[in-house]
C-alpha cells in the first residue's frame, strides 16, 4: 500500500462518502469529526498516563458497580463535552452514566443523532499500557428535533445505526468506522495530529486461526460453549488455532477482524447474559464485523443487531467475527442444547 494512501485525511473521505447520499448535509461527517476530535483529547492523556498522575481509582463505582478510573472519567468528560457543543448531538447514553445525558443548550435540542459510548474500555487494562479502546454508535433521534430526548431515542435496534465504530489505543492509534458502506479505518499520524487513510475497505476471513475468550470462566460456561473451546484446542494440529485474549474488546475485536477468529463472551452461571452491554459495545461491533463479511450473534441464533432493547445498560451474550467460525459456535450450543433438552 502506498505511504500516501495515506495522504487522505478522515473529514476529507468522510466528505466524498457523503457525496454518495444526495441529501445529506454534512452533519454525520461533523458529528465524525468532533468524534474524532474527542478521542484525540483521550489519546493525548493515554500516552501520557504514566506522567499525568491520572492512572488509578477514582475511588468511585458507576451504576453497574464498577470501579472508575481516572481515565474512564476524563474520557467520559472529553466526549460529552465535545459532543454538546457539536450542535449535532441532542443526547448520549454512556457507560459511565445511569440514564440519558441530555445538554442543557438549545443548540443540541436541534441534534438529530443520538450517540451511545463506550468512553474507555478495557479498564482492567488501563494501568498497565496495555490496549484500551473508544466504542460508539450513532443513531437518529426518534423524539421531534428541537424537543428533549429520552429513552426511546437510545432504545433502538443495532440495525437502525446510522454509523458505528472505535478507536484503539495502541502501539498505533486508530479509527475504524462504518455508515453501512463498509469498513474502513484511519490511522493517526501524531506527526501532524490527523487520521489519515491507511486501511480501504477492510474485509475479515470467512474463517480464522485465533479463538478470543476469558478461559478463567470455562467451568462457568454452558456445555455446548465448552465442547466449542475444546474443538479450538483438538483442532490445533490441523489448523493450528491460537488462543488470544488481552481483555479489551477493542484490541481482541480488532486483531480477530484484520486476521480472522473468533471473540466470546459467553454466558456464565454469574452472568447469564454475558459481560458486555449490548447498546454500547455489541452493537457498534456488529455493525463492523457485519460490514467486512462477519458475523455477530448471541448464542442463541440471534443476529446482535435485531435484538431490540429493554434498558440502556442491557448486557447480551456475544459471539463475533469470522463468518464460519461464529456459525460453528452456534450449530455446537444448538447441538448440546438439543442433548440436554430432548424434544
Ligand atoms: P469495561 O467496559 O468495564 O472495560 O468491560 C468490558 C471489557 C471488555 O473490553 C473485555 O472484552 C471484557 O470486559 C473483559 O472481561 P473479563 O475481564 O471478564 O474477561
Ligand atoms: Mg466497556
Redesign the pocket.
Known amino acids: 500500500m502506498s505511504k500516501y494512501y495515506k495522504t487522505q485525511m478522515l473529514n476529507e473521505f468522510i466528505l466524498n462518502q457523503q457525496n454518495a447520499f444526495p441529501y445529506a448535509k454534512g452533519d454525520l461527517t461533523r458529528l465524525l469529526y468532533h468524534l474524532s476530535l474527542a478521542s484525540k483529547l483521550v489519546n493525548r492523556e493515554v500516552n501520557m498516563a504514566g506522567l499525568a498522575e491520572i492512572l488509578g481509582e477514582t475511588g468511585r463505582t458507576n451504576i453497574q458497580g464498577?470501579d472508575v478510573k481516572k481515565l474512564d472519567e476524563f474520557a467520559n468528560e472529553q466526549f460529552i463535552k465535545i459532543m454538546s457543543s457539536s450542535g449535532m448531538v441532542c443526547g448520549l447514553a454512556s457507560?459511565e452514566n445511569n440514564g440519558i445525558v441530555t445538554f442543557d443548550n438549545s443548540l443540541s435540542r436541534e441534534g438529530k443523532y443520538i450517540v451511545c459510548l463506550?468512553p474507555?474500555?478495557?479498564?482492567?487494562n488501563i494501568d498497565v499500557n496495555v490496549s484500551i479502546g473508544t466504542i460508539f454508535s450513532i443513531y437518529h433521534r426518534k423524539t421531534p428535533i428541537g424537543s428533549l430526548p429520552d429513552e426511546s431515542d437510545i432504545l433502538q435496534p443495532g440495525i437502525r445505526q446510522v454509523a458505528a465504530g472505535y478507536i484503539i489505543y495502541g502501539s498505533s492509534t486508530m479509527l475504524v468506522y462504518t455508515t453501512g458502506l463498509g469498513v474502513t479505518g484511519f490511522t493517526l499520524d501524531p506527526s501532524i495530529g490527523e487520521f489519515c487513510l491507511s486501511h480501504f475497505q477492510i474485509q475479515t476471513p470467512d474463517s480464522g486461526l485465533i479463538y478470543s475468550v476469558?478461559e478463567?470462566?470455562y467451568n462457568d460456561f454452558s456445555p455446548g460453549v465448552r465442547k466449542y473451546i475444546d474443538y479450538c484446542k483438538s483442532n490445533k494440529d490441523k489448523k493450528s488455532l491460537s488462543g488470544r485474549?488481552i481483555?479489551?474488546?477493542?484490541s481482541?475485536f480488532h486483531r480477530n477482524l484484520m486476521k480472522g477468529g473468533i471473540y466470546m463472551?459467553p454466558p456464565t452461571a454469574a452472568q447469564p447474559s454475558g459481560?458486555?452491554?449490548l447498546l454500547y459495545?455489541c452493537n457498534p461491533m456488529a455493525f463492523l464485523a457485519e460490514q467486512a463479511g462477519g458475523k455477530a450473534k448471541d448464542g442463541q441464533g440471534n443476529r446482535i443487531m435485531e435484538i431490540v432493547p429493554q434498558e440502556i445498560h442491557q448486557r447480551v451474550p456475544f459471539f463475533t467475527g469470522s463468518r464460519d467460525m461464529v456459525d460453528k459456535v452456534e450449530e455446537f450450543i444448538r447441538r448440546e442444547t438439543k442433548t440436554t433438552n430432548p424434544g
Open positions: 464498577e457507560e463506550d474507555l474500555d478495557g479498564s482492567s476469558n478463567g470462566n485474549y481483555g479489551s474488546l477493542v481482541d463472551y459481560k458486555l452491554r459495545e
